[in-house]
């Protein structure tokens, strides 16, 4: 048979005459054509590691300066004051290449020019960095830009017209800085302030001061040692203490889900959508390899952070004891996929060409097809990755460390990416309420263990052709997914397309071999670990209650009618709504990004501010002027926008203060205040989606083609998580998710609050607004 032909490269039988050899042509040549394609990669990366390293300059650039040099030396002016001479008279005489003066002078002339174009490019890039460095910008009102931005905006463009590959402004990003103490004290203070009594207060009050005179002032000095040294003093703690060392199952903690286009329906067959859909996912991971993908800027002109968009494919976390570990792989030429219990290994590459979405089509549809049973205790085994992580650290170590176990779990973890094939259908009617919420739930946890939550994501495909992902959170935070998913629905929709009875363009290769199904050898004492992982997943999935919604009566385009931004209206609504739901305020965890930095990843905005307390309480009283509502509102609005820049610009407070508390765990030093600090539940955890970050389409043209972004698990057991996007001028997406073991939370009644909080904040500035 072909695929047996291609499984191997030869074969060898032992007879009494000798060894007799079968070489297979077919074989060899998928060898050679691999063997071919790794060496583009390289030579691609080698390529690429020189145009971004020269960056703003080029190889054109220097040979605009060696011709020039060159030129001013036939004309008689010695533009080098000298310098060229010395070199000259520094290189060896009378043998080789130097024998000739011709040839000492033109390579004297080539090394002037060389450190002329160097120093030009350090040059360059230092002064890059420094206007990066300026935020003021962020800090102007909207059409009031100073004389001095208009300037600093146009140095910028100057010095980044280039077109630049992704990394290339890597290098030229300022580092995160460390804020002062007292300042991060004194803003700490004024955000806790309306939450606390006077006397609790006063209390936290003595507590900070004392940390601030006695404890601070030696870990803030590790501090900026570290800052000095490291490329980001935050991140890689970040990472470790907040994602790797947490022994806490994935599953509802950690991952997060990202839906798909939900008000439009490309296909219905399930193995058609994932052609084209696995497709445009390796085109991308090409591009990315290649930096073909436009760095993504802020204004147009401040390139943000590419770093973590290395570790996009390839990677799993793997599990330890104590800490995991993220597994990375420059390369990977296939992807795992899960269907009915069985582990399947699908190549996306025959030779060095990746196959046409047909032909995965075909792929997909074989195991679709295929009625083999799961092997004892295969069906549950992805349980493994959503059960304790030590749990699964000791079983990995005890059951999957050699033989075909080994193998199959290598299969899994050193793949692309995870695909799992769903059988069940769920959709989103805007006609039934709960559809959307049903689709969240499918996509959070599935059934715990038809998703590999090891992975960097799962791709899951629903038998209707609806897809979604789940998403491993340590290697990356949530814009970074999204703006690969940007890219595939709209490479699937505008590019790639399909026939009309659904399936994908093209024929198919039926030579191609069949999906390779994953052996493995399971004992009683493993299964029984499974199963105690399933049931530790199936306890926190059942705990979720996620509601998910679209508010139709308006959207971003008239809460600008409002004059304020569309994010700081809807965490005020966010503050109205808690209120009414629990009779209290909350510590508020808003996330933003500071990938204006270089590894910057996200800084806290506590949304819960003195001056939206005030509004809220005067809402809530319902005795005020609207013009002192209106008044209220602004000033909680503008407070919340100044918090959120600073955020943005590295004055945030909480990863500081966190930063700060590693260092005295180091140190071994005990510090009240920081311990009472970290130890602060969020009982509100918010968070807006990401969009429009690649220009696809115009959704002005297309404003239907919409994701309902996605949504996360409640951090805290008495609190909500909440998600949102704000998608386009007309409607907003909510992921609302709490836990039903908890009596004070109900995710539906705080939809129904923070819809109500939306409309009537839109009636103070009597926004009109369309049926909901």
């Not at 002037?112 to 935020?135: A, D, E, N, P």
């Not at 629903?462 to 340590?474: D, I, R, S, V």
């Not at 429009?692 to 998580?721: C, K, S």
Request: charged share 20%; proline share 5%; hydrophobic share 40%.
């Amino acid at each position: 048979m072909a695929e047996a032909h291609q499984a191997v490269a030869f074969q060898f039988t032992v007879t009494p005459d000798g060894v007799d050899f079968r070489l297979s042509r077919e074989a060899l040549k998928h060898v050679y054509l691999s063997g071919i394609n790794s060496w583009k990669k390289r030579l691609i990366r080698i390529k690429n590691g020189i145009l971004r390293g020269v960056y703003p300059g080029s190889p054109t650039s220097w040979l605009v300066v060696v011709m020039a040099t060159v030129g001013s030396s036939y004309c008689k002016v010695d533009i080098s004051m000298g310098l060229i001479c010395c070199i000259q008279r520094c290189l060896p005489e009378g043998c080789g290449p130097y024998r000739t003066p011709q040839t000492r002078a033109l390579l004297s002339m080539a090394i002037f020019s060389t450190g002329v174009w160097m120093m030009g490019i350090f040059f360059f890039r230092q002064t890059l960095k420094m206007l990066l460095s300026y935020h003021g910008w962020m800090f102007e009102m909207h059409g009031q830009t100073s004389h001095f931005t208009k300037v600093w905006a146009f140095c910028v463009r100057l010095l980044s017209s280039r077109r630049p590959m992704l990394y290339s402004f890597q290098t030229s990003l300022p580092k995160l800085p460390v804020p002062s103490v007292p300042a991060t004290i004194h803003r700490y203070l004024e955000s806790v302030r309306p939450l606390l009594d006077d006397e609790e207060y006063y209390r936290m009050e003595t507590l900070a001061k004392e940390f601030q005179d006695k404890t601070a002032p030696r870990l803030q000095k590790y501090l900026v040692l570290k800052s000095w040294w490291a490329t980001n003093y935050v991140s890689d703690w970040w990472e470790e203490y907040v994602y790797l060392r947490s022994r806490a199952p994935l599953v509802v903690n950690s991952n997060y889900y990202v839906m798909d286009f939900v008000l439009i329906k490309n296909t219905d067959i399930q193995a058609a959508r994932l052609g084209n859909i696995v497709h445009a996912m390796i085109m991308y991971r090409r591009k990315l390899d290649r930096e073909e993908i436009k760095p993504v800027m802020a204004l147009g002109i401040v390139p943000m952070c590419s770093y973590q968009m290395e570790r996009m494919f390839n990677t799993t976390r793997i599990p330890g004891k104590e800490t995991d570990l993220l597994q990375h792989l420059s390369d990977s030429r296939h992807v795992a996929v899960y269907h009915k219990g069985r582990f399947f290994k699908v190549w996306l590459y025959e030779g060095s060409h990746l196959l046409k979405p047909r032909d995965l089509e075909m792929q997909f549809q074989r195991i679709l097809d295929d009625p083999s049973p799961p092997q004892p205790g295969e069906e549950k085994l992805a349980a493994l990755t959503a059960g304790g992580r030590v749990e699964w650290a000791q079983a990995r170590q005890a059951f999957f460390s050699s033989g075909k176990n080994k193998t199959a779990l290598d299969a899994i973890e050193r793949a692309a990416f995870f695909v799992a094939l769903d059988e069940e259908s769920p959709h989103y009617d805007p006609e039934d309420e709960a559809s959307l919420s049903l689709y969240g739930k499918a996509l959070l946890h599935g059934n715990c263990y038809n998703r590999w939550f090891d992975k960097s994501f799962t791709l899951i495909a629903f038998k209707n052709g609806q897809l979604g992902l789940n998403t491993e959170h340590a290697w990356a935070d949530a814009p970074i997914i999204g703006h690969l998913w940007e890219f595939v629905l709209g490479t699937d929709t505008f590019h790639l397309g399909y026939t009309e009875t659904g399936h994908c363009l093209g024929k198919p290769n039926p030579m191609l071999a069949a999906p390779q199904r994953l052996q493995w050898d399971i004992p009683e004492q493993c299964q029984a670990v499974i199963e105690s992982s399933y049931q530790v997943a199936t306890a926190l999935a059942d705990d979720v209650e996620l509601y998910c919604f679209q508010f139709l009566p308006f959207g971003k385009g008239l809460i600008k009618k409002c004059r304020t931004s569309p994010d700081a209206f809807v965490q005020i609504a966010l503050q109205l709504a808690h209120f009414r739901d629990r009779g209290k305020f909350c510590l508020t965890y808003e996330a933003s990004m500071t990938r204006m930095f270089r590894e910057g990843r996200t800084e806290t905005v506590r949304s819960c501010t003195s001056e939206s307390t005030a509004f809220v309480q005067a809402m809530v009283k319902g005795s005020h002027m609207k013009a002192d509502l209106q008044d209220l509102f602004r000033k909680a609005s503008k407070k919340h926008q100044n918090m959120y820049r600073l955020a943005m610009t590295g004055a945030g407070i909480d990863r500081h203060l966190f930063c700060l508390y590693v260092v005295s765990k180091y140190l071994g030093v005990s510090s009240p205040f920081l311990a009472e600090v970290l130890s602060e539940p969020w009982r509100l955890s918010t968070s807006q989606i990401a969009q429009f970050q690649i220009r696809m389409f115009d959704p002005e043209q297309y404003p239907n083609h919409l994701g309902a972004g996605g949504g996360f698990g409640p951090v805290a057991d008495d609190g909500y998580g909440v998600s949102y996007m704000i998608a386009g001028e007309n409607t907003i997406f909510f992921h609302i998710s709490s836990k039903f073991s908890s009596s004070e939370t109900n995710a539906q009644r705080f939809g129904n609050h923070i819809r109500q909080a939306l409309l009537d904040i839109a009636d103070l500035f009597q926004v009109p607004k369309a049926h909901s």
